[in-house]
């Protein structure tokens, strides 16, 4: 223990030396503070408070996630090359001690510049008074149980293209997966359509003083801005709305009566035109939570965590490869998984590529399945939408990201060390 904590005081005190940890320092709350200027906004207090959040704080944690990544690939890489890394070893201190405490001291100073930015947000002017919501999404099937059912009528569909049939099932199953995230319910004039929410009954009425809203985001068949009017109702609650399709109208519901039908969310369409919309990611129930600066400090919780991944996952190349080799293999790490969702999503199915595009693919989609960029973790875009992020998923984080796999990659660090020394 004493060993760990030496080698953690020595690599924090490397960091401050070098100047690392006092230039991040400044340069994030500099750029916090440059965002007040610099970024452009809607002159609202939703439009700044928005763009603070994804491009203010969000350009932190980027700047972070960068340099975390290049400081880690050479916390143990430019020990071994300078013939420390051996004086070090036979004090005698454990390879594992010096993976772990080389890993804490980058997670905490990563943590430690990172809580000055989220500070300067929760004290900007009146943002520390908003209130977040806990966000409820429909019961629904799953889009992989959806495709399931959909697979024998489109195989049999004599529409379907006998290219199509010749694919491979699991190929087609990803194409239906697709369209079934993607899937549009039409609420036609004087239609009403409703979607089931497990346990808001019980809430309603533990909770009666506490008026959620509904949160929809409405389109057409033509791709167009017009209007829509509606009628909500969900246990007694009732709300109405009148606005323009192609985006986010959030609903105030108010308790008008009691004895509704129990866990469910209706719209009636009173408008003049059909309207569409996603169930899977249109139709939101918010019920109010706790304040914002307790959502920033949950938000923070989730990427410090983030932040001691990318660290782990440094400090391991660093122990396998020489520093610019790792540096080289980080970052092209990072480029890859971050790209990966979007080259996916560009080809979604494999039957007009070639033999070396389906490969690429197969690549893509294999380390997507193993590996999830930081800008997909990150809980900034629910940050700016006023969503609670809640505390379960960011002990979740703290415990993967901070804990269980650093743990493995310090144990697989200290492996590798033991060998290479």
């Known amino acids: 223990m004493i060993s760990l904590w030496r080698i953690f005081w020595l690599e924090v005190v490397a960091l401050v030396r070098s100047w690392t940890a006092p230039i991040l320092v400044v340069a994030s709350l500099g ?19 928005e763009m603070l959040v994804l491009y203010g704080l969000g ?85 992989r ?38 899937h549009y319910q039409t609420v036609r004039t004087n239609e009403t359509a409703s979607w089931t929410f497990p346990g808001f009954h019980d809430w309603s009425h533990a909770n009666p003083l506490v008026e959620p809203s509904a949160r929809f985001r409405f389109s057409n068949a033509y791709n167009m801005r017009d209007e829509v009017r509606g009628a909500i109702a969900a246990n007694g609650f009732f709300g109405a709305v009148s606005n323009i399709t192609q985006t986010a109208v959030t609903v105030p519901l108010h308790l008008c009566q009691r004895g509704w039908d129990h866990d469910v969310l209706s719209f009636t369409n009173v408008g003049g035109n059909p309207v569409m919309l996603r169930p899977r990611q249109d139709v939101e129930l918010l019920v109010p939570a706790d304040s914002f600066a307790w959502n920033v400090f949950r938000s923070y919780v989730a990427m410090a965590s983030i932040l001691a991944l990318m660290a782990a996952f440094g400090v391991f190349l660093g122990t396998a490869l020489s520093r610019p080799v790792a540096l080289f293999v980080a970052f092209v790490s990072l480029i890859v998984v971050e790209m990966g969702p979007s080259v996916a999503e560009q080809y979604p199915d494999s039957l007009e590529t070639d033999a070396i595009d389906r490969f690429g693919l197969s690549v893509v989609r294999a380390v997507g399945a193993c590996a999830k960029p930081p800008s997909a973790l990150s809980p900034l875009p629910s940050l700016a939408a006023d969503d609670c992020v809640e505390a379960k998923d960011a002990l979740g984080a703290f415990a993967v990201d901070f804990v269980l796999a650093p743990i493995v990659l310090s144990i697989l660090s200290a492996l590798v060390m033991r060998r290479k020394t």
């Open 31 to 49: 750029w916090m503070f440059a965002a007040n200027f610099v970024l452009v906004t809607d002159a609202t207090d939703e439009g700044k408070r």
């Open 59 to 143: 350009g932190v944690f980027a700047l972070l996630v960068v340099a975390v990544l290049a400081s880690s690939t050479g916390a143990v890489a430019s020990e071994r090359e300078s013939k420390r890394l051996q004086l070090t070893q036979v004090r005698p201190v454990s390879a594992f001690a010096v993976a772990w405490g080389k890993f804490l001291a980058l997670a905490a100073v990563a943590a430690s510049v990172l809580a000055f930015p989220c500070a300067a947000l929760i004290v900007s002017s009146g943002f520390s008074e908003r209130r977040c919501s806990h966000v409820y999404r429909p019961l629904l099937e799953s889009p």
């Open 145 to 182: 149980e959806e495709a399931l059912k959909m697979y024998d009528a489109y195989m049999a569909d004599p529409e379907t293209s006998p290219m199509v049939k010749k694919a491979g099932r699991a190929v087609i199953l990803r194409i239906l997966e697709q369209r079934a995230k993607d």
